[in-house]
């Protein structure tokens, strides 16, 4: 039964990563063709009214806060939204599709769209407008190859300045809203939490974020430029005239996407490097940099794309100006001419970034740093290719079944692992195992030995580094640290252990790998979760009560990764 359980889990997860190539008839998608065209887009952040117990303290920190860095900084003189908000906890009584639609009424009515292209056309008191800001944000957009094209045309610089003014179709409002602020206090009285266990400080809660975008093409440029321009030559009249009509106009805004997940800003009571206000801080950005990544993904606007500039090893002109991460995820596709001449943009490879370059200055056209990046699947990646963002989450889950050697752990279990980001490869693991042997079990109050089958479950934790040898083969060697009960003993008394291993890891397909684990297990003396002696086992080693417990064991697995 249970290897039937293991069977139909593990067929799920193939049906499910095959799932994930296939459109609704059932046919496998073919990728249309991916745009090399990215540019920077400018980011407004606007705050609903949070109206609880911080309020105060949320509204200061939250006017600090600047976009991530991928984005151009559009901050408006508004910051705060609060007609929308009926009550404490702005979603009450209200779906999120209604609150969405009670959002953009409230932006249209403060006329954020003229906000947005009044910044971005550097209006003056007197109404007048120049092209300032679009010039030094169209050069901060140009890459090396920009400048590089720039230098063989005549207008040289200007043709980059210029180029400044499509970046207007770029400009996004991200409203945010937080429907739950708690200290750790809070929820710790909430819960009835005894003060003993109560071993963090800081705050926790949820995020609602709403993306809108501003309306901005050809024909809407040109009854800016016509009817509403004001140049600061022109006369008093004309300029007093032409501004009351660009305050009376009302620029639409779309909706875009919305984002929502759980947030917090928490460390040990015990860490004094952290203050309140601090801490508060970390759960703003902890929400806006997950607001971002989850759009990211939503929406291909947001995806950074580039050329592959080098192979060995992969890299591109891209970093911080970009917001490229360690572990960020992007894959590789090359463009494929059809017998038909139709072209279609094929996936190659799947890379994650290893190396990120400080580049967060205006491009000369003859720089050679580059970020770099490692592959963990797909065929040779090729110079000219195109780099494209594919955010994921960063997590895999492996059933697995174990075979221990002469009494060591064996069974069947489940495995969840994490991309840290601290450095390439490093992840957080975690999992349980479940096993049934049959041992001579020894009982130190009667010296009397005896044979039982015994079942055992082990927790555990741990870290694993993947290292790609190869294109679809990587080996991670792992620290596992665990404990192990049996059903000998009364559930609270085990043994705590160590497990050092190295995992050789095989694509089948992107997103699901064979895995086969090599590890030793060592095993401390009997005691409790409490880290005291169990009672009437004073000194007596799990392997004195199960004989050859430590050992060699090996581990067999799938790993789903999303």
């Known amino acids: ?18 799932s994930q190539n296939m459109s609704k008839d059932g046919k496998f998608n073919k990728s249309s063709i991916q745009s090399s065209d990215y540019s920077r887009n400018a980011l407004s952040m606007v705050l609903i009214n949070y109206q609880g117990d911080h309020s105060e303290l949320f509204r200061s920190e939250f006017s600090k806060l600047k976009p991530p860095s991928k984005f151009d900084d559009h901050t408006l003189d508004l910051k705060l939204i609060s007609e929308i908000v009926p009550c404490d906890g702005y979603t009450s009584g209200s779906s999120k599709g209604k609150l969405k639609d009670a959002i953009l009424n409230v932006l249209l009515m403060n006329r954020v769209g003229n906000k947005i292209i009044s910044k971005w056309f550097n209006q003056q008191p007197d109404g007048s407008f120049n092209m300032e800001l679009i010039k030094n944000r169209g050069i901060y957009n140009a890459t090396d190859l920009n400048v590089v094209n720039a230098a063989s045309n005549r207008k040289g610089e200007d043709l980059i300045k210029d180029s400044g003014e499509k970046l207007l179709k770029n400009s996004y409002i991200l409203v945010m809203g937080y429907p739950i602020i708690k ?8 819960d009835r939490t005894p ?3 109560r071993h963090y400080k800081g705050w926790m809660g949820n995020y609602d974020a709403y993306l809108f975008r501003l309306n901005w093409n050809d024909s809407i440029a040109s009854v800016f430029y016509n009817s509403y321009w004001i ?7 004309m300029k007093r005239e032409r501004k009351e009509k660009f305050e009376k106009q009302v620029y639409s805004l779309n909706f875009v996407s919305h984002s929502s997940g759980a947030i917090q800003g928490t460390t040990s009571k015990e860490n004094t490097l952290y203050s309140d206000a601090v801490l508060f801080n970390n759960f703003l950005e902890d ?4 607001a971002e990544y989850g759009l990211s993904t939503q929406n291909e606007s947001f995806q950074v794309n580039t050329s592959v500039f080098k192979t060995k090893p992969i890299g591109a002109k891209i970093g911080e100006k970009e917001g490229l991460r360690i572990d960020d995820r992007y894959f590789v596709y090359e463009n494929i001419q059809k017998r038909n001449g139709e072209i279609k943009s094929k996936r190659k490879a799947v890379v994650r970034a290893k190396k990120i370059i400080y580049n967060t200055t205006n491009a000369t056209g003859n720089s050679n740093k580059v970020s770099t990046f490692y592959q963990i699947a797909g065929r040779r990646v090729d110079e000219g290719m195109l780099l494209k963002q594919k955010n994921d989450k960063g997590f895999g889950i492996s059933p697995i079944y174990s075979i221990g050697l002469d009494g060591a752990p064996g069974g069947y279990g489940a495995e969840i692992e994490h991309l ?13 195992t479940f ?5 001579f079990t020894y009982d130190p109050y009667s010296r009397y030995s005896s044979s039982k089958d015994v079942s055992f479950t082990r927790y555990y934790i741990g870290v694993r580094k993947s290292l790609y040898f190869a294109r679809n083969y990587q080996l991670e060697p792992a620290i596992r640290l665990g404990f192990e009960n049996s059903s000998e003993l009364p559930g609270k008394y085990g043994a705590y252990y160590f497990e050092p291993n190295v995992q050789l890891g095989a694509n089948i397909i992107y997103k699901l790998q064979l895995t086969a684990n090599i590890g030793y297990y060592y095993f401390l003396n009997v005691t409790d979760f409490e880290f005291k002696d169990a009672i009437g086992y004073e000194g007596v080693a ?10 060699i064991s090996f581990d067999f697995g799938l790993r789903f990764q999303f």
């Open 231 to 237: 140049n600061s030559d022109d006369s008093p009249q």
């Open 435 to 439: 096993d049934e042997n049959n041992y």
């Open 287 to 290: 929400a806006i940099n997950k």
């Open 195 to 197: 003060y003993k266990d």
């Open 1 to 18: 039964m249970k290897i039937f359980v293991l069977f139909a889990f593990i067929m799920c997860l193939i049906l499910n990563a095959r």
């Open 183 to 190: 200290t750790m206090e809070e929820v710790y009285n909430e």
């Open 542 to 551: 799990w392997t004195d009560l199960y004989p050859g417990r430590s050992g």
């Open 420 to 432: 840290s980001r601290l450095s390439p490869g490093l992840k957080a693991i975690g999992g349980v």
